[in-house]
């Protein structure tokens, strides 16, 4: 738990005042609200596309080794970011480095967090995550003083050197066996223990050996089949040589052609298996996974594109400084408020993470419909309250979601679902960009982060009604 509150502290917290840092610089070399979508937009394309490698690391190499190495990318790429002069320079270091950093580091601590856990993950997850917010309530007033005191290049590089905390938090994760108690077997428990290898032994070889044409205790040549075949070989001989030759050819042309297309297509078949095989791809087959994984992909991304606009919305709907920061800190407090009875609900009932998810992106969709039909400070202060309460339950049962499904496949299920979130962030950052250019309306942008929401709440609500109903009726017919 602790592992989980630290490497979030240290990399999602500074990101939730990504617009109160970088918003005036971006403003200085171009559209801050632009910028902003396209440097966050590139950020989460890179660290969900990094997990198709993060998913073949982690069946290779130990979740402490991954994590470690996006720890020294996260930090360099924080680092790098102190001496950007350009948009692109900010895309190079904090969307593409920073980036690679995170998308090795999350599915490692989800993996580690997996391990660890078999029982009351909810209630761990809502603790640690409830932690990580409260540390993110002070941040935006923090932010605003250390940018008045050191200005911007200053604070840049003190958020870098608070990133640096990811190396010693990535090392913390040790794996689940080196905590293990060991426990003396007794006599009939190694008996049954040793059964079952030799059963497993004895099912490998026979499938080695059937897969080989051979199996283990018969003779590879039989003094019958000698026999026989030689006298096959000796009849064959006396069929008329004419017949052979015509048939033979005949033969040999057709499949000749016929072995052509043959190779050729069982190559890239083979090709096409074997890359399937090494990710896994057979996940997207199954279309409860599909609904899965791109309902979490639109609403996370809607969400963090939303908070890193946050900021510019408030202070281009004529907010001043003290009351930006007071409705930032207003929106994180709900948030924690919401993790903390969180927190105690899943400690004294069992609750379906998907059930969770699906009621925080129906009903933000609706508040944050609601937030931009007034600009009166009471009105935008209420909603965002709203909107932070309804944000924990976006973020906390996000690992869990897919947790809860595949527990067994949770690195591959987790890897895949961060390479279709890659494609989404991929797909809205360009969009954002394109409807603020052309409408120059920030509440367009608001609404079509809304439609992201609406896009996984619907196909989800229709497949648990589906399932109800298939349920219902094979219930009836038995």
Same mark, same amino acid.
């Given at each position: 738990?602790?592992?989980?509150?630290?490497?979030?502290?240290? /990399? !999602?917290?500074p990101?939730? =005042? %990504?617009?109160?840092v970088?918003? *005036?610089?971006? &403003? #200085?070399?171009?559209?801050?609200?632009?910028?902003t979508t396209?440097?966050n937009?590139?950020?989460?394309?890179?660290?969900c596309?990094?997990?198709?490698a993060?998913?073949?690391?982690?069946?290779?190499?130990s979740?402490?080794?991954?994590?470690?190495?996006?720890?020294?990318?996260?930090?360099?790429?924080?680092?790098?970011?102190?001496?950007?002069?350009?948009?692109?320079q900010?895309?190079?270091?904090?969307?593409?480095?920073?980036g690679?950093?995170?998308?090795?580091?999350?599915?490692?601590?989800?993996t580690?967090?997996?391990?660890?856990?078999?029982?009351?993950?909810?209630?761990?997850m809502?603790?640690?995550?409830?932690?990580?917010?409260a540390?993110?309530?002070?941040?935006?007033?923090?932010t605003?003083?250390?940018?008045?005191?050191?200005?911007?290049?200053? /604070? !840049?590089a003190?958020?870098? =050197? %608070?990133?640096?905390h990811?190396? *010693?938090?990535? &090392? #913390?994760?040790?794996?689940?066996?080196?905590?293990?108690?060991?426990?003396?077997?007794?006599?009939i428990?190694?008996?049954?223990?040793?059964?079952?290898q030799?059963?497993?032994?004895?099912?490998?070889?026979?499938?080695?050996?059937?897969?080989?044409?051979?199996i283990e205790?018969?003779?590879?040549?039989?003094?019958?089949?000698?026999?026989?075949?030689?006298?096959?070989?000796?009849?064959?001989?006396?069929?008329?040589?004419?017949?052979?030759?015509s048939?033979?050819?005949?033969?040999?042309?057709?499949?000749?052609?016929?072995q052509?297309?043959?190779?050729?297509?069982s190559?890239?078949?083979?090709?096409?298996?074997?890359?399937a095989?090494?990710?896994?791809?057979?996940?997207?087959?199954?279309?409860?996974?599909?609904?899965?994984?791109?309902?979490?992909?639109?609403? !996370?991304?809607?969400?963090l594109a %939303?908070?890193?606009?946050?900021?510019?919305?408030?202070?281009?709907?004529?907010?001043?400084?003290?009351?930006?920061?007071?409705?930032?800190?207003?929106?994180?407090?709900?948030?924690l408020?919401?993790?903390?009875?969180?927190?105690?609900?899943?400690?004294?009932?069992s609750?379906?993470?998907?059930y969770?998810?699906?009621?925080?992106?129906?009903?933000?969709?609706?508040?944050?419909?609601?937030?931009?039909?007034?600009?009166?400070?009471?009105?935008?202060l209420?909603?965002?309250?709203?909107l932070?309460?309804?944000?924990?339950?976006?973020?906390?049962?996000?690992?869990?979601?897919?947790?809860?499904?595949y527990?067994?496949?949770?690195?591959?299920?987790?890897?895949?679902?961060?390479?279709?979130?890659?494609?989404v962030?991929?797909?809205?950052?360009?969009?954002?960009?394109?409807?603020?250019?052309?409408?120059?309306?920030h509440e367009?942008?608001?609404?079509?982060?809304?439609?992201?929401?609406?896009?996984?709440?619907?196909?989800?609500m229709?497949?648990?009604?589906?399932?109800?109903?298939?349920?219902?009726?094979?219930?009836?017919t038995?």
């Amino acid at each position: 738990m602790l592992k989980v509150f630290l490497f979030q502290t240290v /990399t !999602v917290v500074p990101m939730a =005042a %990504f617009g109160i840092v970088f918003g *005036p610089f971006l &403003a #200085s070399i171009g559209d801050e609200t632009s910028g902003t979508t396209i440097v966050n937009g590139m950020f989460n394309t890179i660290l969900c596309f990094t997990g198709l490698a993060a998913n073949q690391l982690l069946q290779k190499t130990s979740y402490r080794k991954v994590g470690i190495l996006g720890a020294i990318l996260y930090f360099l790429g924080s680092f790098s970011t102190i001496f950007v002069t350009s948009l692109f320079q900010i895309i190079i270091s904090f969307g593409i480095l920073q980036g690679i950093g995170f998308g090795l580091m999350m599915p490692s601590v989800f993996t580690a967090f997996n391990h660890y856990f078999n029982k009351r993950k909810n209630v761990t997850m809502s603790v640690a995550q409830a932690f990580m917010v409260a540390s993110t309530i002070g941040f935006p007033a923090l932010t605003r003083f250390l940018l008045n005191t050191y200005g911007f290049r200053g /604070t !840049v590089a003190l958020i870098s =050197a %608070f990133s640096l905390h990811c190396i *010693p938090a990535m &090392a #913390s994760l040790q794996p689940a066996k080196w905590h293990m108690k060991k426990r003396k077997l007794s006599v009939i428990e190694m008996t049954n223990v040793q059964t079952l290898q030799n059963a497993n032994d004895e099912e490998h070889k026979t499938k080695e050996g059937h897969k080989n044409g051979i199996i283990e205790g018969e003779p590879l040549l039989d003094h019958n089949n000698i026999e026989e075949g030689h006298h096959q070989q000796k009849r064959s001989l006396e069929m008329p040589r004419k017949s052979l030759v015509s048939m033979g050819s005949i033969a040999m042309s057709v499949t000749n052609i016929n072995q052509l297309g043959e190779v050729e297509k069982s190559e890239s078949a083979g090709i096409w298996k074997s890359l399937a095989k090494a990710l896994d791809l057979a996940l997207f087959k199954d279309p409860v996974y599909v609904n899965i994984a791109f309902g979490l992909s639109l609403a !996370v991304t809607s969400d963090l594109a %939303f908070l890193s606009v946050l900021p510019l919305l408030l202070e281009n709907a004529g907010f001043n400084g003290q009351e930006l920061t007071l409705i930032m800190t207003v929106y994180f407090i709900a948030d924690l408020v919401c993790r903390i009875l969180l927190s105690i609900l899943t400690a004294v009932t069992s609750v379906r993470n998907r059930y969770l998810f699906l009621i925080g992106a129906l009903f933000s969709a609706i508040f944050r419909t609601a937030f931009v039909l007034n600009n009166s400070f009471w009105w935008v202060l209420t909603v965002s309250a709203a909107l932070g309460f309804l944000r924990c339950l976006i973020q906390t049962p996000l690992p869990l979601v897919v947790a809860e499904a595949y527990s067994h496949r949770f690195v591959t299920a987790f890897s895949l679902y961060m390479v279709v979130c890659g494609f989404v962030a991929m797909t809205f950052g360009p969009l954002i960009a394109f409807v603020k250019a052309v409408t120059q309306s920030h509440e367009m942008v608001v609404h079509v982060l809304t439609v992201a929401y609406l896009l996984c709440a619907v196909p989800w609500m229709l497949e648990l009604i589906y399932t109800k109903i298939i349920k219902k009726d094979r219930s009836q017919t038995t």
